[in-house]
């Protein structure tokens, strides 16, 4: 298993099981090496964030989306002056009740998609305005998101060992 500092997470809403929150990392803070069981979706606002995914190091810029895949080593800072980013992190057991086994596949870590930071901008609306059924609209953009990633951001390999 991993060595470095177990994240647990808890939630603000228990109908809504994720953690979302808006970060800006300026100069050279680091973040601490930490894992956890959920699967971690970061939305590159401005500036190129760093991250270190177990022993790989990936960049990535505004507009860029990184996974951080179920149970994987990571830290962040900010490769240039500073950085902002949009965090969203989705419970484990949330993914499973919808077939979603973040455990068992592996995300491409790096997604130039820019239909997710359209449903970004809506699950950040209704967290902020809360507007009737938000609670339902929120469920459906975070099983877009998954429906969006287990189809077309499964790594190679990954999709090869599946299909033997």
Same mark, same amino acid.
């Given at each position: 298993?991993?060595?470095?500092?177990?994240?647990?997470?808890?939630?603000?809403? @228990?109908?809504?099981?994720?953690?979302?929150?808006?970060?800006?990392?300026?100069?050279?803070?680091?973040?601490?090496?930490?894992?956890?069981?959920?699967?971690?979706? #970061?939305?590159?606002?401005?500036?190129?964030? $760093?991250?270190?995914?177990?022993?790989?190091?990936?960049?990535?810029?505004?507009? @860029?989306?990184? #996974?951080?895949?179920?149970?994987?080593?990571?830290?962040?800072?900010?490769?240039?002056?500073?950085?902002?980013?949009?965090?969203?992190?989705?419970? $484990?057991?949330?993914?499973?009740?919808?077939?979603?086994?973040?455990?068992?596949?592996? #995300?491409?870590? #790096?997604?130039?998609?820019?239909?997710?930071?359209?449903?970004?901008?809506?699950?950040?609306?209704?967290?902020?305005?809360?507007?009737?059924?938000?609670?339902?609209?929120?469920?459906?953009?975070?099983?877009?998101?998954?429906?969006?990633?287990?189809?077309?951001?499964?790594?190679?390999? @990954?999709?090869?060992? $599946?299909?033997?």
């Amino acid at each position: 298993m991993n060595h470095g500092s177990y994240e647990p997470h808890t939630y603000a809403n @228990e109908n809504i099981p994720i953690i979302y929150h808006k970060r800006t990392i300026i100069g050279e803070w680091e973040y601490y090496m930490h894992w956890h069981e959920n699967i971690e979706i #970061i939305f590159v606002t401005s500036g190129v964030l $760093k991250v270190r995914l177990d022993d790989t190091t990936y960049y990535a810029g505004e507009n @860029e989306t990184v #996974i951080i895949n179920s149970s994987v080593m990571h830290d962040f800072s900010a490769a240039e002056k500073s950085v902002e980013y949009d965090c969203l992190i989705i419970d $484990k057991g949330f993914c499973e009740q919808y077939g979603f086994f973040i455990d068992e596949m592996h #995300i491409e870590e #790096i997604v130039r998609e820019y239909e997710f930071f359209d449903i970004n901008n809506k699950i950040k609306y209704l967290l902020t305005e809360k507007p009737a059924y938000f609670e339902a609209d929120v469920t459906s953009c975070l099983l877009n998101i998954l429906i969006l990633l287990f189809r077309s951001h499964i790594s190679k390999s @990954e999709a090869y060992n $599946k299909n033997k």
